[in-house]
């Protein structure tokens, strides 16, 4: 069986008068489409953000490709491949596609001089990898919401990531954007693992694999999504799954 991309085990996180993450653990495989589900509140944002490094557990342990790490900022995820997509997109506006891409991590032919043309190139290289057919030049400020997250998908992509982490990716698109995405993520998975973090259950039928149920603060329920759809074996995750 191939090595688990990820693995976390036994996570605990606790802010004041909160006990946020008890005892989370789970564990992903490259290929992979995994579904994060609960309602606000359950914990949910709380280990993705443990995931990035913008909060460090108080106890337990991330295995990344089989090795024990710590994860201290979202510098280091991304060093490792592990790039978080929120539902607030972090785009500038008045910038580029092919500005958005790299920004930060332009290609210089010198000091201070960027090499247009190997940084359109590149971004040009990414955009068709999700399908993007814009203009690398064109100003994110004149594209759709689900373009838009094209371009975070291609910025994810151009970081080297292993691991794809999306904060309900399709929750301001309609019916018709919202098909993009799912195919887009569906063939990303290809070589890509996935994490999607979302209220839609469709959708979570739809495209995962598997399914992980979070109530205040510990994952209740992790299983095969067509298994945890049918049969789920907690009656809190029945009652989610069935409105």
Do not use: C
């Amino acid at each position: 069986m191939e090595q688990e991309l990820l693995v976390m085990k036994n996570i605990n996180k606790s802010f004041p008068g909160v006990h946020a993450l008890r005892d989370v653990s789970l564990s992903l495989r490259r290929g992979e489409v995994h579904a994060l589900i609960g309602e606000n509140g359950a914990g949910k944002s709380t280990l993705m953000k443990v995931l990035s490094g913008v909060h460090q557990a108080d106890s337990g342990e991330i295995l990344w490709e089989g090795k024990p790490v710590q994860i201290h900022s979202t510098t280091e995820a991304t060093a490792m491949g592990i790039s978080i997509i929120y539902q607030e997109l972090n785009l500038m506006p008045n910038m580029s596609i092919r500005e958005n891409i790299f920004l930060g991590r332009e290609n210089r032919r010198a000091r201070f001089f960027v090499d247009f043309q190997k940084t359109s190139e590149l971004a040009k290289t990414y955009t068709d990898m999700v399908g993007l057919t814009a203009d690398v030049n064109t100003l994110v400020k004149d594209l759709s919401i689900a373009q838009r997250q094209m371009v975070e998908v291609a910025k994810a992509l151009s970081t080297n990531a292993k691991l794809i982490v999306m904060d309900e990716p399709t929750s301001a698109l309609d019916p018709i954007a919202t098909n993009r995405i799912e195919e887009l993520l569906l063939e990303l998975k290809k070589e890509f693992t996935i994490i999607i973090v979302t209220h839609n259950m469709s959708q979570a039928a739809r495209i995962s694999d598997y399914s992980m149920f979070m109530y205040l603060g510990e994952l209740i329920e992790y299983d095969k999504t067509r298994i945890m759809f049918t049969n789920p074996r907690d009656k809190r995750t029945e009652e989610y799954l069935t409105g």
